[in-house]
Structures are given as structure tokens and as C-alpha cells.
């Protein structure tokens, strides 16, 4: 029997990765947002539409028109391109925060993604659905970076060696490799994050750059912690936008001081995050780097984990009104 909706779960991604402005990323399980999906067949004589029917979770403010929502627009377009007879009703039940570094919208978008590919006659393999995801990108911070994207929608600790064509690279993630996550109630929109970067950067800076991600993705291929410690350092992107961080130094000295192998700004901040060698020493970070906000008056939400293999996935299949 043909599937009428679907629920997808699209995890937070960190971004960015201290070493990899636009081009490498993760996912984290521990939060994220959900997107039910629902395929609706026009009544005769009228035009299928991509519709949303509403939003709601930790934040319930998105734009509701459909052309502007980061959940709907990249189906408008993916209906277009596969000329669908039908349309789709979208619901969004955030878990990440807006604007907090998270890949908010970028898991709306592959969250809908998601779950609309499953209700395809065809549904298309996942790499494809990237394109259409960038559009959510574009629309929400007015770029169509890949680093949230990309690892939430194939999972793993991915690298774009390209966007057009796309191409994701699977770095390996070494053993007890743990991740924290800590959020200031602070928004920071990606736009404005990006305002405070150059157009160009002195030459010194970008080859001390290249060889720290070189090292990192050499020590995720070798395991070798301590070559990761020692290369998860963000001379670039870092020192331009930690002013718009309150307390940002703190948290990092907090982290690194706990025994964390590196400490940097997640995607355009202001979410902070951590790698770590093991759940305790995850554990301790989490608590040091939430302990220095709080003590700088800044309240804060803070998760640990592993980078998920996995990306976004289907919760649920079946026919409308109940689900299979
Ligand atoms: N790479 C992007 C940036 C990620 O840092 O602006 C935004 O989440």
C-alpha cells in the first residue's frame, strides 16, 4: 500500500569543526528536530502545493510562508524538478534552538527532505537530496554552506571535498571519541556571524590553517589523539567571531582545562563544543564548560555524545492518520 507520511528525526550538527570553515561536519544525536511529513493529492482541477501546517518545539516563530519556511522550500522545489502530481503538508517540531550554531536549519530542511523522499514512488538516493537541502541553507543565512548539511543528512564526520558535484567524504571517527555540546541562551544568526569575516585572509593564516586540518584528518585516519590535540585549533574563523560569544574564552579555557583535546565555536556560533577522549572526560568538559557560563551569568543547555553514523532517518511510515 502507498505511504502517506512519514517522520524523520535530522540531528544538530557541529559545523565548522574548529578546522574546516564550510567544509567539514558532524552530527549529534542528543538533540534535534522531527518533521512529519504528509503527501496531499489536490482536488481536481487545482495545482499539488507544499503546504505548512505548523511548527512547534523549543522555538515556534519560523516564517510560515512556505517559499520562506527552510522546511517547505526545498520540497517546492524537489516536487518541480520531479514533477510530482502531488504536494505536502509539512509539520516541524524543533529540538535545536534558533540561531544557536547548531544546524537548526539545516535539520529542518533534511528533516523534510527526509521524509518527503520516503514518500516518493522513487525515492531518490540520499546524496541527491543535498541540492535541495543548500536551498534551506541559502534561505536562512543567505549562503549555501554545506558543513550542516551534508553530515546531517549522511552522518559521519564528513568532509565536502565538493558542492557541484556533490562530494562527501567519510572521514573515520577514532575510538572513544566523544563530543559535548554546550548552548548559551543566546541567538546569533549565521548572517551576521558571517558579517564579521573578511573577504580575504593574509596567506600566513590560511597555510597555518591547511596544516591543521591536514594533521586532524591525518590523526582521524591514524587514531593518533595527541596529534588531534594538537591540531584542533581555530586561528582563522575563531578570533573574528569570539567577541560576539560572551564569555567564549572562559568556556574554552574551562574545556581545555578539563582534559578536552580541543574546544572551538559550533558552525557560526554561539554554541561552543568540545572532543574528548572518553564519556568521562566528555562529562567533566560539559560540566567545566556550563560552569563558566553559568558563572558569567549566562545560562546554558549542554549535551555530550558521540558523532552520529547516522544522520537523518525515518521514525515512522504509514497511511494518513495513523502511523504503520
Ligand atoms: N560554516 C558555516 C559558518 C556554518 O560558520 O558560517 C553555519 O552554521
Redesign the pocket.
Known sequence: MEKKTAKAFAPATV??VAVG??ILGFPLDAVGDTVTVERIDPAPGASPAVTLAGTDGVVSTLPTDPERNTATAPLIRLREDQGLPFGFRVSVRKGIPLSS?M?GSAASSVGALTAANSLLPEPLPRESLLKYALLGEELA?GSP?G??AAPCLLGGLTLLRSLDPVEAVRIPVPEGLRVVLVHPHRELD?RS??GVLPRDLPLKEYVAQSSRLAAFVAACYAGNLDLMARSLKDGL?EPRRAPLIPAFHSVQRAALQAGALGCSIS??GPSVFALCRSDDEAEKARRAMAAAWEAAGVPCDSWTGRISQAGARILENGQAGGAA
Do not use: E, L, Q
Open positions: 559545523a565548522n570553515f564550510d550554531g544546524g543565512s554552506h558543513d550542516n549565521t556571524s558571517r574563523i558552525g557560526s
